[in-house]
């Protein structure tokens, strides 16, 4: 079955310290990949994407991704994090067939403290 | 200004009362979503349209059902809700469903209680 996993449910961190969150997904094909962020309160936004073409993705408030794909993985990374980042991420991947389903995994809450 | 718009943000509603969630969109897209999401887990896709064409996914219990009467609005309705299916209910929209056009905005969620 079509699964993703993200490696870390809670993440603690300090300001300025760097982040990189797990992602893994069980599929061989052709896949869409993305990161969705979700601010206290508010709706899921998407923070990055990737279709094809440059593996390393760069996405809002300077977070980037890079897809490796013998590794069926997507890691989110960002140099050093803010407070303003607390937040719960979550890895979605559209597997490609049927009309593409995007599955997601079960999210990790971030808390970045002062 | 908000594209995917969920009312209401809280549903409080009683067990075996029917109960419907709203969603609208102002992106003008082909498709809406609907998923479940359980606390500490995942969103659970329950079911989408494309434009009229309904597609429920197969572990998706018959006490779930969904109505688009137009491209804007997408409504889905729990017709005995029981407490097992208190959870945020979130809808989705992309403009289409190949892989090239499928990027999902989402609203903010109806978050509904069962008393």
Redesign the interface.
């Known amino acids: 079955a079509q699964s993703v996993s993200q490696h870390n449910h809670h993440v603690i961190l300090s300001e300025a310290a760097s982040l990189e969150l797990g992602c893994n997904y069980s599929y061989g094909g052709t896949v869409n990949l993305f990161w969705y962020v979700q601010y206290p309160g508010q709706h899921l936004q998407l923070l990055l994407k990737y279709f094809s073409g440059d593996p390393l993705v760069k996405g809002i408030k300077g977070f980037e991704a890079e897809f490796i794909k013998s590794k069926f993985s997507f890691n989110l990374r960002k140099p050093s994090v803010q407070w303003s980042d607390t937040a719960e991420y979550f890895c979605a991947v559209m597997f490609s067939g049927g009309y593409n389903k995007l599955i997601f995994g079960a999210g990790t809450r971030l808390a970045v403290h002062p | 200004d908000a594209m995917?718009i969920q009312n209401p943000r809280y549903q409080v509603t009683q067990f075996g009362k029917p109960v419907t969630l709203s969603c609208s969109q102002t992106l003008n897209h082909n498709v809406m979503y609907w998923y479940q999401q359980k606390s500490?887990?995942?969103?659970?896709?329950l079911f989408?349209y494309?434009d009229k064409d309904f597609?429920n996914e197969a572990d998706t219990p018959d006490n779930f059902q969904s109505r688009r009467p137009n491209t804007s609005f997408c409504f889905l309705d729990i017709r005995s809700p029981g407490l097992g299916d208190a959870a945020m209910y979130?809808c989705?929209t992309s403009e289409a469903?190949?892989?090239?056009k499928?990027?999902?905005?989402?609203?903010?969620?109806t978050r509904l209680s069962v008393l």
Do not use: D, M
């Not at chain 2, 500490?40 to 896709?45: D, T, V, Y």
């Not at chain 2, 469903?97 to 090239?100: D, E, N």
């Open positions: 995917v500490s887990q995942a969103p659970k896709l989408h494309y597609n979130l989705a469903r190949g892989l090239a499928n990027i999902q905005y989402f609203g903010a969620g």
